[in-house]
């Protein structure tokens, strides 16, 4: 992956949060958040 992929790639996740931020709230960003540092957590458990 090349740098400018990355920077694009990162710029439109950040602008996709964003515009789900402003239009649903933090609610469900946050639950999903939890969710994901959950399996983190189970993955380095079985590494």
Do not use: Q
């Not at 439109?12 to 939890?34: E, N, P, Q, R, Y």
């Amino acid at each position: 992956m090349t740098n400018t992929i990355a920077v694009a790639f990162g710029l439109f996740l950040l602008t996709a949060l964003a515009v789900d931020v402003i239009f649903f709230g933090t609610g469900h960003v946050l639950f999903l958040s939890k969710k994901l540092f959950e399996l983190i957590e189970w993955l380095a458990f079985w590494r």
